[in-house]
């Protein structure tokens, strides 16, 4: 029996509430991982209090540092593989202590690189949680990566000089809920043209291009709908939430991650806009992105080197990060629902070699090969 101990919270594991990337990799990663019956995944579950304020930090960080010694215990006594995500797992000073035990003590480490420092950057407030030097140690001490796609691993090898360090590629995933709300093959509906986007909506993610790109053809088009489903984030400048908020044909929600598969139910072209001129937008690998292979509507993405990447068998139609071209990208497939309907099939047929089944799969076999080696 190979144990895995999983430095984080083990609540995310049970948080359905919570949709963000972060989390639904975590939980259905390590939910996979725990149908091997060769296989066993044990973490900590602890609840803190709300808000920032002084008696909440405090008491935050006794809670925090009592679940560090328990967890210190565990990985003594046991001496298990230990699972970092990364950065989620750093982001606390105990849980960085914890790496530097498991590496002191010769514990074997695994660390799933989620994100790279450079995506506080380009979609964020520019505030990473983990420090650099933090960031340099524990991937150059890591016994096992776990990296997104090889563009992003390219990357952090250069980075950090990472030659010998064994590393599997995991892309994020989809969960066969989607297959589910989606069983049947996409199929137009005359005189409906619903338009979507999932996620946050910051900087750099081509929210202005999108907005401005359907306000063109919506002159054209008047039964055209863009669909919003996320919340404002940083970058967004007021003039264009303005836009958004009082427009008559864009519909922006927040809707919890349990609603996403159901909402894109109605819709005609799910959109990843994303500005490839932003470097690090081209190693992502969106979680978003596999949820619309999941739904099996038609794709539109810009020219993102890592979206370019994936083998769709012509279920993506690309543009490039221009108003013009994406406008243009969206009327030929308005003008062509037969172009739309083949999409479709084609995402269907590649959408179960992208579920996080398949992606724990990857893990799994990646950490039966290291076993023979520490």
Known sequence: MIRIFAVLNG????????????????????????????????????????????????????IKTTVALRSAYRLLKDRPLAFFAYPHSLTTFQNRLLFRL???CRIPTVVDIHDTREQAAA???????VPQRTEGYCLGRATLLIALNPRMWERIRRTYH??????????????????TQHSAPYSPVEGRFNICYTGALTK???IDLLVSSCGILRERYPWIRLHLIGPYGPGIPDDLKETIERSDFIVRAELPRSAIPAALAPM???????????????????????????????????????????????GFTYADYSVPEMA???????FHPEVREEMGRALCRIRESHTWKERASRIYHGIRSLCGTI
């Not at 979609?123 to 949680?129: L, T």
């Not at 030659?163 to 989607?178: A, I, K, L, M, W």
């Not at 243009?328 to 308005?334: C, Q």
């Open 11 to 62: 609540a995310v594991l049970r948080d359905d509430g919570n949709w963000s990337p972060t989390y639904t990799r975590i939980r259905f990663l390590l939910g996979e991982l725990t149908r091997y019956e060769d296989l066993g995944v044990d973490t900590i579950s602890f609840e803190v209090l709300p808000g920032q304020g002084l008696p909440e930090r405090l008491c935050n960080n006794v």
């Open 102 to 104: 498991c590496t002191a």
């Open 123 to 129: 979609v964020g407030d520019g505030q990473f949680g």
């Open 162 to 179: 990472l030659d010998g360090t064994p590393v599997v590629f995991v892309p994020n995933g989809v969960e066969e809920e989607f297959f």
């Open 204 to 206: 750099n993610r081509g």
């Open 268 to 314: 005609d072209l799910l959109v990843l806009p994303y500005n490839p001129g932003e470097p690090y937008l081209n190693l992502a690998s969106p979680t978003k992105l596999f949820e619309y292979i999941g739904a099996a509507r038609p794709i539109l993405c810009t020219k993102c080197e890592s979206l370019m990447d994936i083998d769709d068998e012509g």
């Open 328 to 334: 243009e990208a969206i009327e030929r497939l308005i």
